[in-house]
């Protein structure tokens, strides 16, 4: 039977992963792999081996640097689709199924600005992120991104908030705008507006913030 | 602004960002001595004072409040030409000692123009009381200007401003302040490049830009400035400043515009670091509790409600007190009129001619607009303003506006014309267009004349405040159709959120007296021109053909008597007149005699809706041109007469009469 190239493509993947959790990877790791359950994974490694992706020795798979690329590059996708379906609501099973099937699809961008928003969406998807807007009042956070046009952009600028400010939370209206402390001086945004800017939040540190009076 | 015949020998420009106390400190130094002027064909006020030290007679030129010198707003731009090509001698940058490190980012854009600079520390004693020590002494060193602490609501320092900012005329010559190694050098290698190309180029288009420092240009030229980029595009200063955006955002993977606005809050940070001390105090101001209780998600609201109830209460109550007195007294007129000695027709055409326009004007207009315009300055200078914004901004939000525009909106149940021209403190054009059409649907004080005095005293009060009612609701659709069918998307709230404080009542007299006096020289003159035309109609006898012209409509759609035709079209010129002249026409002040209810109800109606009144055409002409002024007239009165047949229509159905 043909192995396909997805198929192949998977193994990679979870070796890489299995790699990246410093695991030394075994056949029997990999048999035990729930995205490989359906798949020979015993074929699949043989073919791999001999077109030089990796390297068998006994029960232990090495990913060779020609491996190690793909697999890299497929898990890098799957992070980011899987992130983006459960932000935008799926169930993580469910995400993380549609993100296997994806992952194989999508085309490859070599573009370096490309790669850099990914990285900026992943940051955020991966809630390390969070829009302003979901602060509780008396949190604070380091502002990181500001999506929107030049001008509402430039005005926050001119306001204090750009990258790398620090922002607390003063207060959140019903439905309406919050008002937070920046640069020394009181901000009111609107909804629309506090959820653009994503900040990462400060956990420990508000005690001593400057803020506190 | 010319200066060929000027009569003064030195300027000063006041600078700074909103809500820093620049209009205290302007009026400390002007006193009365000042007048509103409007930047030629810009809707941008500069106010200009002057007051005379050591013989010389100075004038004050009083910016409006900004937060950057950049040109995403007309404040901007005009800001920067005024300073620059203004022939300005000193500017007095005025900062709040409070917020320091958001004020300075402003400073350095203005150190940037390389202009003489005096620093005004204000609301100094706040700072103090809120624990934060500044370094005078070392912030002028950093930044090589003079720094004058002042508390300006108590007049102090203003005499030592004065002083340093005489001290620092034409002082141009400065230490540049650097920013960070590797932006500073890109911004050399183009401001180099920039002064290159301009020595180069002898053209009197680039002589202007022999004002402007290299560097600012270059600055701006990295910052992609609109006006900037413009006169420069195609040559090969674009190029290379492409090219040197380029360079340093692969350098620092940040978009041209954060670089540098991190560059310069980096060097603030530094600067603040070297100069502020905070001490932390245990205990909360008395000020900033109150503030939590205004801002309070139940408190916030309650006090609005009931702060609105009262201020509309006590205006009205002061006017409806304050307008009879005065007509009473200037109808006395009359009699000194009938003294000259003129023939009888003459008499009646000065009287009825201009007088009547003269009188309306003062005792419908003034006696509501002068408390109005009073409180509603205090309000604004205390910050309170600002929290009706924000308490209000989700509201206004399902409007297509954001919470400013409850401001002109509720100024517009004094009078339109303030409303309209209140839409300034927003900055787009599309919601100042719409917060100024929304606002000339507001029953103002000439249309609750009518709305009172004859559905509240015919029908009721409870039919009085369902016409009301149906207005609000007319004001929100309205403001959900313009939203969904003007160009562009609504906007976010952005706004500063000032500290709120008690400020003195001087303060917002003398405001109010300019607002009013500007009010007077432009409103007045239309009242006057239309009490006239007024007039004239019934001098040539064209009533008649109007109400015959206009009967389909009167009669057939909105079931009028086909006279009130005149009072309609009539009532474009003076509305407040509707009842007036309604009364004279039907020869009567009981109107239920010849009035049903229904027709009532429906006259009162679209005098409410139909655009107001021939001044406040023109305010709208002012501030949006007048293509859009009359499109906005001719839909008003359109949709009004349209509103006003169907409710006739549901009214016969409901055999309501």
Redesign the interface.
Known sequence: MEIREEEKEEVLEALYKLEEEKKKATIKDLLKEEDLRSLSVVEILTELALDGFIKVEGAKVFLLDRGKKIGKNIYKKHIFLENLFSFIGIKEEEAHKEACKLEHVIEEKNDEKLE?QFEELNEILNKKLSPLITLKEGESGIVKLVRGG???????????V????LIKVR?I?????V?ID????????????ASKIYVEKETDKSEND?F?? | MNRDNKDYDITIALAGNANVGKSVIFNELTGMNQVIGNWPGKTVELQEGYFEFEGKKVRVVDLPGI??L?T?SQEEVISREFIIEGDVDVVINIV?A??????L??TLQLLELEVPVVLALNQYDLALK??ILLNKKRLEEILSIDVVETVAIEGKGIKELVEASLKNLKQRKRKIISYGKEVEGKILENSKFVENFLSSKNTPFYKKFSLYPSRFIAIKLLEKDEEILKLFKGTEVEEKSKAIQKELEEIH???I??II??ER?SLISKIIKEIEK?E??SK??FIDKID?IL?N?VS?YIFLVVALFLIFEGIFLFGDFLSPILEGLLSKLQYFINLLPLKEFYKEFIWRGFFEGLIAGITIALPYIIPFYIILSWLENSGYL?RI??????IM?LLGL??KAFIPILLGYGCNVPAVLGTRIM?RDRDRFIAGVLATLVPCSARTVVLLGLTGVFLGFQYALLLYVLNLLIIFITGRILNKFLPGKP???????P?LKVPPLKLSLKQSWFRLKDFIFFAFPIIIVGSFLLYLIELLGWNPYISSFFAPIIEGWLGLPAIIGIVLILGILRKELALIMLAALLHTQDFSLVLSSRQMLVFSFVVMLYIPCIATIAALKREFGLKRAITVSILEIVFAVFLGGILNKILLLLKWN
């Open positions: 850099e030049f001008h509402v952009m430039k005005r926050l600028q001119d306001l204090g750009v990258k790398n400010s207060r209206s019903i439905a309406g705008p008002e920046v640069k020394g001086s009181s901000l009111a945004l609107g909804r629309g507006v400057i506190n009076e | 937060y950057s950049s995403f709040d409070t917020s320091l490190e958001r004020n980012y402003f809120r624990g993977g940040e978009e515009t954060t606005a991190q809050y905070i932390p105090k909360t101001l939590s801002l998600r916030g600002a914004a924000f308490l209000v901004d989700y939000h954001h919470g900055e906007t976010g709230l952005i706004m500063e959120m500290k």
